[in-house]
């Protein structure tokens, strides 16, 4: 029972970082890239 109300707040909470992690690398590729074609033009 009390594993059980545990677990739903730890997995909503790491997926959430997951997510925003991955939003973050995302948003740094897309920097890099877009320097990178500023840059090379």
Known sequence: ???GLLGG???R???ASI???AFGILLL???AM???N???A
Request: net charge positive.
């Open 19 to 21: 997510l925003t992690t």
């Open 29 to 31: 590729g897309v920097c």
């Open 34 to 36: 877009t320097a990178y």
């Open 13 to 15: 909470r790491a997926s």
């Open 38 to 40: 500023l840059l090379a």
């Open 9 to 11: 707040p730890l997995a």
């Open 1 to 3: 029972m009390v594993g």
